[in-house]
């Protein structure tokens, strides 16, 4: 039995973060004025290492966690990721799967696959190389990032999910040309609301273009209709386009907000544990970890802080909310 929160909630997935740095500035994460050439980024030694991470992840999965998301910062820039991997791949009745920018990916995708990774989510926010540059600030094309996801879609890491944050007035316009492209892939384009993660990306409701109006624009050109979802508290709403051409889904984290099915603990890169993607402050793990706490101690204050969560934030969200200070989302991993 998966340990509970205040809720009734089970804790079943786990999200790691193993580095807070990328090579990306997306505007709606790591904005570039907030995060530019001197910013602090946590140096090696404070990082947790792939032993003390390895070692947590199995004192989850003894308390119920069954999904392992690794997750950054950009976590191929975490130097032998692959190794990390194969050490979490050993943890028996555990689905391993990461999310990327897709940056390396061409020349990862075969090892991570051979280390056990499972399936593998990729964000790409336009095709067009004019809007993905104003997104994320890189100053390379698109293609690398196809490349990518072609790379992990031929080593077996299926099927490919591809995130689409959509922002009002900057990549609205891609939200067609993009269901064209992935129609008949075999990948899952997943189109994701701008959410008001962090202190730093300026968000305002105006720049959310509502799940229901991304639909709608779909459905217009390409027909769909609803799927079932594949089990409960999945965070994406499914379609399928009605000729075939495969599945999409829809994260309407601010319009829909999906907090009471949410089962997700997020563990930063220097070990701290959050309870919800909007908190202030996270719990120490690695003092614990470092001072020679067994792993029953570990798995006490793990329960503890499970068993006392009330997170509810999107659905308690106003203009007010969104102004409060919170972790960065590029330091937990989303
Ligand atoms: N760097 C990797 C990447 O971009 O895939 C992993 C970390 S990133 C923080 C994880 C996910 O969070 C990405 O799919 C990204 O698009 C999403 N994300 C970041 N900021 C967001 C925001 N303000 N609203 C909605 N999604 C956001
Ligand atoms: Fe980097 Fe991912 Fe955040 Fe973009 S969304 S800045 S790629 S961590
Ligand atoms: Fe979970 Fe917090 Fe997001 Fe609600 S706001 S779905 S509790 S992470």
Redesign the pocket.
């Known amino acids: 039995m998966p340990v509970q929160d205040k809720f009734g909630r089970p804790l079943r997935d786990l999200r790691i973060?193993v580095t807070d740095r990328?090579n990306?500035r997306?505007s709606?994460?790591?904005p570039k004025e907030v995060f530019g050439r001197n910013y602090a980024f946590l140096p090696k030694t404070e990082l947790l290492t792939f032993e003390e991470i390895t070692r947590l992840a199995r004192v989850f999965a003894a308390l119920g966690v069954r999904k392992i998301r690794l997750?950054?910062?950009?976590?191929l820039l975490r130097r032998d990721i692959e190794v990390l991997v194969a050490m979490l791949a050993e943890i028996p009745d555990i689905e391993l799967t990461?999310?990327?920018?897709?940056a390396a990916l061409a020349e990862k995708a075969q090892a991570l696959k051979d280390a056990g990774l499972k399936r593998i989510?990729?964000?790409l926010?336009a095709l067009d190389d004019t809007t993905f540059k104003a997104m994320n600030e890189v100053d390379f094309p698109v293609a690398r990032v196809l490349e990518g996801i072609e790379a992990a879609h031929a080593a077996g890491l299926t099927p490919v999910k591809i995130?689409?944050?959509v922002k009002r007035g900057v990549n609205e316009g891609e939200i067609l040309p993009m269901a064209r492209y992935f129609h008949g892939s075999g990948h899952i384009l997943r189109f994701?609301?701008?959410?008001?993660?962090?202190a730093s990306?300026g968000?305002r409701m105006d720049d959310v273009v509502p799940a229901k109006e991304i639909v709608e624009t779909i459905h217009a050109e390409m027909p769909i209709e609803p799927l079932d979802p594949n089990y409960r508290g999945e965070v994406a709403q499914r379609w399928r386009f009605k000729d075939g051409g495969g599945e999409i889904g829809v994260?309407a984290?601010v319009t829909q907000p999906f907090c009471g099915d949410c089962t997700r603990l997020r563990l930063s890169a220097k070990g701290e544990l959050y309870t919800c993607l909007f908190g202030i402050s996270g719990y120490d793990l690695r003092a614990p970890l470092r001072s020679g706490s067994d792993d029953d101690a570990l798995a006490e204050a793990i329960r503890n802080l499970w068993q006392g969560r009330q997170d509810r934030y999107s659905e308690l969200r106003t203009s007010a909310t969104a102004n409060l200070p919170k972790v960065e989302?590029?330091y937990?991993?989303?």
């Open positions: 973060s990328c990306f997306c709606y994460c790591m997750t950054g910062g950009e976590p990461m999310t990327t920018n897709g989510t990729v964000s926010d995130n689409m944050v994701i609301e701008y959410m008001d993660v962090g990306n968000w994260i984290s989302m590029s937990i991993g989303g």
